[in-house]
Structure formats: C-alpha cells, structure tokens
C-alpha cells in the first residue's frame, strides 16, 4: 500500500456533480467483515482471498474506532506523530473491510457500471474481485472507478485496506477527531449507453430586469433535452428570459429540472440567484447581505462524521428557528445529502475544500504543501472534486480553498482554477491577508477595535501610494470566517460585534466557531452514558476539552450562547417605549418585507398579564425600520405597580418546514421597575454569629455558611485563554489563582448590637498580599421574621488584577430544588452575553438552574434580578433587592469542586445549595480563541453598597 506519496489517489474518474439519476443503483451499505492490523508491516501482504468467517463484522458507513476497534483520538494543530511529510507514522493501524455481495440484474444489464466511495479516511486501496480499481486520497471527497468488465453476475467480493494515517493526513488535520473508516456511502452505479455523465447547471436572476436564466453544460453521450414542468419548458439548450422567482436564504425557491437523453433523465433542483460584489459588499440579487452564520463539523457522539438525514435535517431546522442564515462547511464539503438541505431550507454556504496544514505552524512552515510544487496536483484534486461535486447548489455562494494552510503558490493556482472554472461564485482563502487573487477579505477573530477600522477603511477613499495589493483588499468585503469561541461559558461580546457588522457596510457578517460541541458518546459497564473528550482515550499527544467549543451540546441541546447569538442576529429587532406609546420595528432581513411576521404585545404587571394583543405588522422593507403605536393598555401608567413590562413578540406568520406558525424570531420590552415599599423593623433580634459574623438562620431556614465576600469565580474556558494583542497576555484564570482570589482569608474586625440591629466589620484578604475587602454588615430584624441586610464594601490596598465578580456567598445546608424569580431571563447571562435575556417572572427546575457543561465551570448566573425564591430540600430563601438589582448564582456544587474536576461526570454535589449574590460580574469574553473581556465589562476593584431583604421558609 503506498502511503507516502504527495499525490492525488490513483484510478479515480474525473470528478462530476453528485447527481439524482433514474439509472439503476445499489448500496452496498451494511455488514462488512473487518481485520485490524496495528501496523501496515504486519498487514497481510495477500489478504483480498482469505476466509474472512472469523474476521470481525463491523457497519459501514463507519469508523472502526467507535465500534470495538481501537480508539479515537483527538488533537488540534498539534500532530499525534513527528511532522515528517508525506511519511505517516510506523504505528499506523490498517483496517482490511471485505464485503461478499450479489450485483442487482439491472446493473448488470446496463453498459458500463461504476462504484463510488463518498468518503474514506485516511486513504484505501480498492480490489474487485482480486481486480486492483485504485486508491483514495481526500477523506471527506467522492471517488468513482470504473468496475465494467470487472463486475459479474453471482457473488462479488469487494475489498478495501484503509490506512488511518498516510499522505494525505498532512492535508487533513482539521481540528477534530481522528476517525478512520470508510464513513460514508459506497454506491454501484448503472451507466446506460447514451447516458448523462455530468451536468452543470448555473441558475442566474437578474435583479434589473426580474428574469432568470439557465446556462447547462452537458456531459452526454446522446442528444439531451432539459425540462422545467412548472415553466412549461422543453428544450435543447440553455435558457434566458425565464419567469422565476429568485432564490435566497429567505425564500429559497427551487424549481425541479430534468435533463434527459433517450437512456437516462437527471433530475435537479435549481435556484436562480446572483453572486457579486460591488462597492465593498456581497449582493445577492443585487441586494447586499448579512451572513448569520456558523461553522459546522460532520458529529454525531455515537456514530461521529456518518451521516443521519433525520439527525442533520433536525439540526439545520434547528440553526433556522435561531435565526442562522449561512453555513461554513468546517473545514470539507459534508455529506452531499447536506447541500440539497441546505438548499431546500435556505443558508448561504461556504463550501470549503477538505484542506487543512495548520501543524506546519509548529515547524515554521517550513515543508506546507500550500508552497511545495510536489503536493500541488494533490491540492488541486481536492479544490476540483470539492467543486464538481457541489457545483449544482444554489446554496453556495463561496468556494473556499481550505483553512489554515499558510500560503503559496499552490493555494493560488487553486483560486485561480475556480475563478476560471466558475465565475458565478466567490472564492474565499482566510489564511492569505493579501488577499490578492480571493474575492472576499476574510480573517479569524479580529478584535472589535480592528473590525471597527476595517469597516471605516469601506468608507474612506484608497490613500495615494498604497501597493496593488492592499489597495485590492481595500475593494473586498470583510467577512470574520470565525468569530468568538462558543466554549464553555460564552462567548461574549457577539452583541458587539454585530453592532459593528450592522454599522459598516463593507463588514458581511461571520461564522461563530463553532456550531457543535463535537463530544463522544461512551456507555460504560455501570450502564452510564458519559462524554469524552480529548485524552480520554489514552492519547498521548491531544489537546483535552479544545474540541468542546460548540453552541450546542453533541446532542443538539442548545447552550446559553446559541439563545443569546439568535438575538443577536435576529432578523427583526424591536425597540419598545411604553412611555410614548410606541414600538420601532426594524426589518435586518435582506430580501423581504415583513408579510411573514406577525407582532403581539403583551403587558404583565407585578406578575400578572393584564393586557395582550395582536398589532398590525408594518410593511417596512428591507432595512428598514417604522414607528408603530401601542393601544393606551399597554401603555397606561400604574404608580403602585413595582414592575411593569410591556414585551412585543414576533413570530412566524405562517408554518415552515423548520417550525410552525407563531414561532418566536424576536422580541423587544420596556421595563419599568419601581423602588419597592421600605420595610417595616420589628421588634426582635437577627441570628448572627458575633465570632464569625455570619448568618445562623433566617425565619427557621439554617444557613451553613455566610455570607462571606466572594471575588472569584470556578474558571471557565475562557478565563483559561490567553488575551492575545494585550500587553499581558497571562490568562485571567492563572492571574487569579496568582492573586490568591480562589483562597480568600476572612476575620470579623467588630460585631455590635445596635437596638435590634446587629453590625458586622469583616475583612477579606488574599494570601500573600496586603489587598483585602472591608464589608460592613447592618442585620434588621423585619415583620413577619426576615431580615434586611444593609452592605457596604470597600476595597484596600493594590489589587493586582480585576476581580471575577463581587459578591456574598451563602451555602444551605440542603440540595436545591428549583428556583424562582424575577429579573431578566430565563436564560442565564452574564454582562457581555445577555442579549436573550428578558425581564419576567420565571421558574426553573433543579437541573435548569446551571448549565451542565461537559467540562466543569462556573455557569447559571441570572442578570438583572429583583426578587427571588431558592428552593431547596429544607425550605427557601427570599432575596429581595431594596435598591439595585442582582446577579444571581445557585448552585448544587462548590466553586473548589467545579474548579477541580475535568469532567461533568465526575461532579459530586455535596448535598447543599451554593447561593451568590453578585453586586459586580465580569464578563466571560471569548478568550479561549479570541478576544478577551472588553474592558468595559471588566470589574475593577471599586466601593459600593446595597441593601437586600432575607426571608426563610422553614420545610
């Protein structure tokens, strides 16, 4: 087996379009027989003939190693072997697959027969009935031989060797798990005389003069004829002056075309749009476009990069209902089934070829295939099977050349094919600023300041004596190809981001890294299905939980940061003033009005809806906005109420595949909150410690610990990230640790009686430094047995870096059952991620209350909070704010046991409820892989004071 050669695979036919053909077809999907060699020295050199009836059976499409035969393994840029091109590793497992099958009649009967592997990684020879067919390379890419002659009526063996690692693993490391295996479908194909071997169809609309066109270039062997039904069309050629509708992620209209000789029809399913870019933007129609969009890997947590049309239909119409409107296909072309979904429910795609040599960064870049003349037919097999393949979907407006290869000349000549092989789309290549043969200006994680100068660069004439090049990318639209990390707790600063995307209009948008966290699936003896991540599979080489980092989890339950990103981008914005009694409505949809929404208000005060109605939707156009009037019982003032909030919804105005009717898109409030009523003091006495200043118990409710001054918070990912482009890049998690802030030492300077009140001095300090909090406590004794609690804080001496947060901790000594409350939710948020967040009366069971992030951090902080009730086994406890409101954070785990622990599997609750209320809370940023905190939402060492009410409820 040759597996050290920079080449393309050997025997393949010239690519062509995936095509839907009435020629007779067979999968050879199922039980195949399967023998594993750890080494290609210890595979049997004569194998393709043996007796395979005690060989193991495994399915394909699919990866050995998620089915008894070795292991995943998971590394980022970093390769699990010495970067030593094109040699793979001496342990290189071999998997030899044997399929013994029957050839249906009819595709013995036609003229030629075909079969096609639609993906093998890493690399496969092929054998038919001891006949060598040839080899593979490119996993995520289709390969057709030619089996006529070779093909015979009775029993066919089928044998395929697959090398884990060869050649082409140099062009393949994409930031996800390594899983070998013939993945995805393996298909004979009847060839009739006369038939159709390619098609492509370029479907173009017009936006000056309403009409369509259809250019077809025709591989055939016979006379064709192409046929549009719902045009009443029969034709020989190519077509010009149609009456179509146009096809945008909006309104993805497709219509069925056939092309047909006497022995064969192919069927298509064609839109009609336009792919440009004019005065710094992309226009599609010739209207400009915003991309909504995410990056998105093949997962599946039990069956990894094998395709499941249901599982993948469910996640797309999942990305619809959060307002996703554009896909990169990260970082190769999905299964082919993929495509005719994202046409059919409307995205913008980025295909990008199977491409990737971002380890040479490791080495300088010294030997990247993107500037060696060895490896260049191999890249350009891949850029032309990428594109052949995929040519025929509306959905693609970009071709891409890969991710994260450096530069050269290889990479350029790839560019240069596509642009020549098909001028109707855009070619896009992130990892070449110069930007100088790429349609578009891509980068990755650009801070918020460098997108806001690359937007004013749209703006502002070229300066004289700018070389060719940059005065080139000054005529390109910007895109961010990824933009903030959704590891973890995160990401923050999307909000800002798309205020800048919003604002410039060279500035088309960007794709959140990224779309799923790619975890698998493991059910362990004990019965216990748990998520693993890298190194949990004895890897030596791996980059841990870097693979965690999606909006979703690997079962496609969304995460905090896919609620908050789908308000972000939301294509209507609403902006309410109850005061006025108006609502502006804002179209951001780019190519319809608002027929399809529907606006309801609804005003709930103190808790109760008292008022609900249907508004009349304006008909603003796109990009535009209206001022609407809100009927007098929405906007009727209440002097007694102490909330009061109109919200005004839109939803869906009719079903979609993607959700039925009255599905929420957007939603906009005007909050008005009043002072609550003061407190009435009462005779008694308040249950504090005078040794240790805490809180013994309120109302019959037993406090086991606090309140004690928190600053610090369990570290999420991005606490982990290194501040990249700042003058200290150590990350806030290692500063804090430093700082001691996790280890706080507290003493009681003084406690007094005070009539019924009891004051309380505590100080906190770090260990090492002299930085320490002053906290004065004032305990009331209120009617009806709670407890008001006036704090002031003030910090001491020098801090040497901004806090997590401040607070008060309060631990009950009982496990949480839920809580209660009234501030902005339901969703969890934090100060630079709360877009989704809305004021409300919301309630949350017990596993509601945090997020159960594969790896342990802090989560389940709610904003803006009012009012709340913990619930736990022993009672609740009331909080109220009387001035400010709070950030709220309960949880069934410790900070020390979430910080310790790898997994969210090996958490133990100690059996007790951990409340924080937080006066301060710093943002989480996206530092994991990209910008840190904004400034503006870190918290900095700083006095302030509050008062709250406490009440207990016993049982």
């Known amino acids: 087996m040759q597996i050290s050669r920079p080449a393309p695979g050997i025997g393949a036919l010239a690519p062509r379009a995936h095509l839907a053909t009435d020629a007779p077809q067979q999968s050879l999907a199922g039980s195949w027989r399967f023998r594993l060699s750890p080494t290609l020295h210890e595979a049997p050199d004569e194998w393709r003939d043996d ?54 009649e009819s ?164 839109g009609f749009r336009r792919v440009e870019v004019k005065n710094t933007e992309i226009l599609v129609n010739g209207s400009p476009i915003l991309l909504r969009g ?63 040599s971002h380890e040479f960064v490791m080495v300088d870049w010294r030997g990247n295939p993107s500037a060696d003349p060895a490896w260049r037919d191999a890249l350009m097999d891949r850029i032309q099977r990428t594109v052949h393949r995929d040519k025929n979907h509306a959905s693609v407006i970009m071709w891409s050349m890969g991710n994260e290869a450096g530069v050269g000349q290889n990479i350029d000549a790839m560019l240069l094919w596509t642009k020549q092989f098909d001028p109707s789309r855009l070619t896009h290549y992130e ?57 973890g707790t995160g990401p923050g600063g999307m909000q800002e981001y798309w205020d800048l995307f919003e604002q410039y209009p060279r500035l088309a948008g960007g794709f959140v890294w990224e779309w799923v966290e790619q975890g698998i699936a493991v059910t362990g003896d004990d019965g216990v299905r748990r998520i693993m991540i890298g190194g949990d599979f004895g890897e030596k080489v791996h980059d841990g939980n870097f693979v965690i980092d999606g909006l979703v989890s690997p079962d496609r339950e969304p995460r905090p940061g896919l609620i908050h990103y789908a308000a972000t981008i939301a294509q209507v914005q609403i902006r309410v003033d109850a005061s006025r009694a108006t609502a502006t409505i804002e179209n951001r949809f780019d190519h319809v009005d608002l027929a399809g929404v529907t606006l309801v208000a609804e005003r709930i005060v103190d808790g109760e809806s008292v008022a609900r109605v ?40 009719h079903d979609a595949s993607w959700a039925e009717a009255g599905h929420e898109i957007s939603s906009g409030q005007d909050v008005r909150v009043a002072a609550p009523p003061a407190p009435v003091p009462a005779d008694g006495s308040v249950d504090v410690s005078t040794g240790s ?67 309380v001095h505590t100080r906190t300090g770090v260990p090492i430094l002299d930085a320490a909090i002053d906290a004065r406590m004032t305990w009331t004794p209120l009617e009806g047995g709670s407890v008001r609690l006036d704090l002031e804080i003030e910090p001491d001496g020098s801090w040497p870096v901004e806090w997590a947060r401040l607070g008060i901790d309060f631990v009950i000594d009982a496990a949480p059952t839920g809580l209660d409350f009234v501030g902005d939710g339901p969703v969890s948020a934090y100060p630079d991620m709360r877009a989704a967040a809305r004021f409300g009366w919301w309630s949350l069971a017990a596993d509601e209350i945090t997020v159960d992030s594969i790896t342990p951090q802090e989560s389940g902080a709610r904003q803006g909070v009012i009012d709340a009730t913990v619930g736990t086994e022993a009672g609740s406890l009331r909080i109220r704010a009387l001035d400010a409101p709070f950030a709220l954070t309960v949880s069934p785990h410790s900070r020390d046991e979430l910080a310790a622990k790898t997994h969210n599997w090996e958490l133990e609750a100690d059996g007790k409820t951990h409340v924080s209320i937080d006066l301060l809370q710093s943002g989480v940023g ?21 008062s709250l009410i406490l009440e207990g409820i016993a049982g």
Not at 56 to 72: C, F, N
């Open 51 to 104: 007796d395979t009836a005690a060989w193991d059976e495994i399915q394909v499409p699919g990866h050995w190693v998620l089915q008894g035969h070795g292991a995943p393994a998971y590394s980022n840029v970093q390769m699990p072997f010495p970067v030593d091109p094109p040699h793979p590793p001496q342990a290189n497992p071999i998997g030899d697959h044997i399929l013994d099958f029957v050839a249906d």
């Open 107 to 270: 595709l013995l009967a036609a003229a030629e027969q075909l079969i096609r592997f639609d993906g093998i990684e890493s690399a496969g020879e092929i054998w038919l009935n001891g006949e060598w067919l040839g080899s593979t390379r490119g996993s995520r890419l289709a390969h057709e031989f030619d089996v006529t002659g070779i093909l015979r009526a009775g029993e066919n063996r089928l044998a395929v060797r697959v090398a884990q690692f060869s050649d082409a693993t140099y062009l393949e490391n994409q930031d996800m798990w390594w899983l070998p295996g013939i993945f995805r479908d393996v298909t004979l194909l009847a060839r009739p005389e006369g038939g159709i071997r390619d098609v492509f169809a370029t479907g173009d609309f017009d936006p000056a003069t309403g009409t369509g066109s259809l250019a077809l270039v025709v591989d055939a062997a016979a006379e064709w004829s192409v046929e549009i039904p719902e045009l009443g069309i029969d034709s020989t050629g190519s077509l010009e002056g149609l009456a179509v509708e146009p096809w945008t992620a909006e309104t993805p209209r497709l219509y069925d075309v056939v092309v047909r000789t006497p022995s064969e029809s192919v069927s298509l399913r064609i």
């Open 294 to 356: 995410v990056n998105r890997h093949e997962h599946h947590p039990e069956k990894g990069r094998v395709y499941d049309a249901e599982w993948v239909r469910a996640e797309l119409e999942l990305m619809k209902r959060h307002n996703i409107n554009a896909v990169r296909t990260s970082h190769y072309p999905p299964h082919p089934e993929t495509l005719a979904l994202f046409d059919e429910l409307g995205f913008w795609v980025i295909d990008e070829c199977d491409y990737e």
């Open 431 to 487: 990892g070449d600023w110069s930007c100088g043969i790429a349609d578009v200006y891509s980068r990755m994680y650009a801070s918020h300041d460098e997108v806001a100068q690359i937007g004013r660069e749209g703006l502002e004439p070229a300066a004289a004596g700018l070389d060719a090049a940059h005065a080139r990318r000054l005529t390109l639209p910007f895109i961010q190809c990824e933009f903030v990390h959704a590891m």
């Open 614 to 653: 249907g508004l009349d939707t304006p008909q603003v156009a796109p990009r535009h906005a209206a001022e609407i009037a809100l009927p007098a019982e929405l906007s009727d003032p209440r002097e007694s109420a102490v909330a009061d909030v109109v919200t005004v919804r839109a939803l869906t105005a």
């Open 693 to 759: 200043g805490e809180l013994a118990s309120v109302g019959g409710l037993a406090i086991a610990a606090g309140p004690a001054v928190g600053i610090w918070r369990a570290p999420t990912d991005n606490d982990w990230g290194r501040l990249h482009g700042e003058e200290d890049p150590t990350p806030y998690a290692e500063r804090w640790r430093r700082g001691g802030y996790d280890r706080t030492v507290s003493r009681v300077v003084s406690s007094a009686t005070e009539g019924a009140s009891v004051r």
């Open 926 to 946: 996206t530092a994991s892989c990209g910008p840190g905190t904004l400034p503006r939402y870190r918290v900095a060492a700083r006095a302030i004071r509050t």
